[in-house]
């Protein structure tokens, strides 16, 4: 029986974007991955994983590699600005009963696992490269390169991100990024000795989290109510920090505070949210990851939704009979999942804001957890 799909590309080499490649390349598909970045960086600094992620970590082959580089923990403190704790959230070991359920990792080690991992599939790296023009018909779509070729592809997978030029071309009718009123700051340190699993402390519309990335640093994060959307000068990056994180008098914290420095790797950004309505595809060109339902930080569950579309798109494609037939059964897995994780994201960073309530802040997060562990 012939497949619905023999030839694939995808636009964009991020996390969700390597990941589809490394999925659809076990199922013997060809794919051409084009980033338009020459460097193919990844920018930031630590990222928070949950169990879940580790899951999609074990499908893609890449699980031996993150426990090695980077680190696996338990539970997640919640306590107040003086450092009194007040809950600590379970998270379950979805990955195994010998694997922990959360984590973190430096962004742009991750995003080299994840490169090599692609380049040792087979996919067809093109770096510095992007789509001008996609034709579709019947039977495929042709794609001008911005290299000066012409492919031809069963199958374009937009996975480039937020402001996903995909998207704006083959999706005109689709909503833009929101603004959601709030931004976040993220700084590496040297691992507290003290520090087993992840904190965060809830102070007045400002939190404040600290999680382990490897054996020898965590990062820190900070979320902030900022009515306006606004770009600071990277001159102000330092004093702004630590203006942020003065209020907070836990012990660990006024340390942290007198630590961080410009060798910090300090990054800041205005958390903005999308949910593109179903469908995600028209004919023969589907979005996944960021590009369709991009969420805040708030469940730490932006790579893992990302990564697990494209571990269902590849899922699906192998046993469909026809591409339009793979793309709605893959859609039809994803919708609630993503917009769970969306949307319950967007009514955290709404209670930090308006000051509301902590016990409804942290039931969602419990809950979330909960179904983020139920199975894809």
């Not at 997640?76 to 990955?95: E, K, M, N, S």
């Not at 996975?159 to 009718?173: E, I, M, N, Y």
């Not at 959601?180 to 590496?188: D, E, I, L, Y």
């Not at 028209?282 to 571990?311: F, N, Q, Y």
Request: hydrophobic share 45%.
């Amino acid at each position: 029986m012939s497949r619905a799909v023999d030839k694939v590309l995808i636009i964009g080499g991020g996390f969700s974007g390597m990941s589809a490649a490394i999925e659809l390349r076990k199922r013997g598909i060809s794919v051409d991955l084009v980033e338009i970045d020459e460097g193919w960086r990844s920018y930031g600094a630590g990222i928070t994983l949950g169990g879940a992620t580790f899951r999609a970590f074990a499908t893609l082959g890449i699980l031996d590699a993150f426990m090695e580089r980077g680190s696996a923990t338990d539970g997640l403190h919640l306590q107040l600005a003086d450092g009194t704790q007040i809950a600590t959230l379970p998270t379950p070991r979805v990955a195994g009963d010998d694997i922990p359920g959360s984590g973190g990792i430096m962004r742009p080690v991750l995003a080299g696992m994840l490169a090599e991992a692609t380049r040792a599939a087979g996919a067809d790296v093109l770096l510095g490269v992007t789509f001008e023009t996609m034709t579709q018909d019947e039977d495929g779509v042709t794609v001008a390169l911005s290299n000066g070729e012409t492919r031809r592809f069963d199958l374009v997978v937009g996975a480039d991100g937020l402001f996903s030029s995909v998207r704006k071309a083959q999706f005109p009718d689709a909503p833009e990024p929101t603004y959601t009123g709030q931004a976040v700051w993220r700084a590496v340190v040297e691992r507290p000795t003290e520090i087993d699993t992840a904190i965060m402390w809830m102070g007045p519309r400002i939190k404040v989290g600290i999680n382990p990335v490897s054996k020898t640093h965590a990062y820190v994060f900070v979320t902030e109510d900022r009515p306006e959307k606004r770009r600071l000068d990277e001159s102000e990056y330092l004093p702004v920090l630590k203006r942020l994180l003065a209020p907070f008098s836990a012990p660990l914290l006024s340390r942290i505070r007198e630590e961080v420095s410009e060798e910090s790797s300090i990054v800041y950004r205005p958390l903005e949210g999308l949910l593109v309505p179903l469908p995600w595809h028209r004919g023969r060109v589907v979005l996944i990851g960021d590009a369709a339902h991009a969420t805040t930080p708030h469940l730490a569950s932006g790579a893992c939704i990302g990564i697990e579309d494209a571990i269902v798109l590849a899922e699906e494609l192998e046993g469909a009979d026809t591409v339009e037939a793979g793309l709605r059964a893959f859609e039809q897995r994803r919708w609630e999942r993503c917009r769970m994780v969306v949307q319950n994201s967007l009514r955290l960073g709404e209670i930090e804001i308006h000051n509301g309530d902590r016990q409804e802040h942290a039931t969602i997060m419990r809950d979330s957890i909960m179904a983020l562990a139920a199975p894809i």
